[in-house]
């Protein structure tokens, strides 16, 4: 299946999901590796990854970018996030788009402060899709349909659009002309 991924990386618990070609739901699951330290979490996660995609064709990826003071350990943070992103890239030749948390809050429940329960709400209420309290592939959702978006430039809501366009402004469209007024403007 060709279709897009969404990564939500942390350390104890990794969100992955992918929407096909129409930007439907196909599967996601949690990636959770807490006894393991370093390198060897890292390589845990890159195997169940590995299970997670096998036999897909991604066309499109997006991870979850970091908060701004976050504390949630950085820089081990920052191992996962670039060995997925790596990984994402040697296997699929795609560089997963970094979408910033208030981003992602506002493409999914419509403002940017939304919290882990409004995304659960919206991904069910909106999307039909029921995760239970799965937060994480919530986020994983979000973030696979944000990669739809950047890959056919299509919207359902206006929130979406809006904060497509607040991350990637050189890919807005002109505004209209109004029918009847002249191309040269009066000297």
Same mark, same amino acid.
């Given at each position: 299946?060709?279709?897009?991924?969404?990564?939500?990386?942390?350390?104890?618990?990794?969100?992955?999901?992918?929407?096909?070609?129409?930007?439907?739901?196909?599967?996601?699951?949690?990636?959770?590796?807490?006894?393991?330290?370093?390198?060897?979490?890292?390589?845990?996660?890159?195997?169940?990854? +590995? /299970?997670?995609? %096998?036999?897909?064709?991604?066309?499109? $990826?997006? &991870?979850? !970018?970091?908060?701004?003071?976050?504390?949630?350990?950085?820089?081990?943070?920052?191992?996962?996030?670039?060995?997925?992103?790596?990984?994402?890239?040697?296997?699929?030749?795609?560089?997963?788009?970094?979408?910033?948390?208030?981003?992602?809050?506002?493409?999914?429940?419509?403002?940017?402060?939304?919290?882990?329960?409004?995304?659960?709400?919206?991904?069910?209420?909106?999307?039909?899709?029921?995760?239970?309290?799965?937060? +994480? /592939?919530?986020? %994983?959702?979000?973030?696979?349909?944000? $990669?739809? &978006?950047? !890959?056919?430039?299509?919207?359902?809501?206006?929130?979406?659009?809006?904060?497509?366009?607040?991350?990637?402004?050189?890919?807005?469209?002109?505004?209209?002309?109004?029918?009847?007024?002249?191309?040269?403007?009066?000297?």
């Amino acid at each position: 299946m060709r279709g897009y991924l969404g990564i939500d990386q942390s350390l104890n618990a990794t969100g992955l999901c992918l929407v096909d070609e129409t930007g439907r739901y196909v599967r996601s699951t949690t990636l959770k590796i807490s006894r393991l330290k370093g390198c060897e979490r890292l390589d845990m996660i890159l195997r169940l990854y +590995d /299970e997670f995609v %096998a036999g897909e064709e991604v066309i499109g $990826a997006a &991870s979850e !970018g970091y908060s701004v003071g976050s504390v949630n350990r950085p820089f081990d943070l920052g191992g996962v996030a670039w060995v997925l992103r790596l990984h994402t890239y040697r296997k699929f030749s795609v560089e997963p788009a970094d979408i910033p948390p208030s981003s992602l809050k506002l493409y999914v429940a419509g403002h940017g402060s939304a919290d882990k329960d409004a995304i659960l709400y919206t991904v069910k209420t909106v999307w039909g899709v029921d995760l239970g309290d799965k937060d +994480d /592939e919530a986020d %994983a959702f979000g973030l696979a349909r944000f $990669a739809w &978006s950047i !890959g056919t430039g299509r919207f359902d809501r206006r929130c979406e659009a809006e904060s497509h366009h607040a991350l990637f402004p050189s890919e807005r469209r002109p505004p209209r002309r109004k029918a009847g007024r002249s191309k040269v403007p009066n000297v």
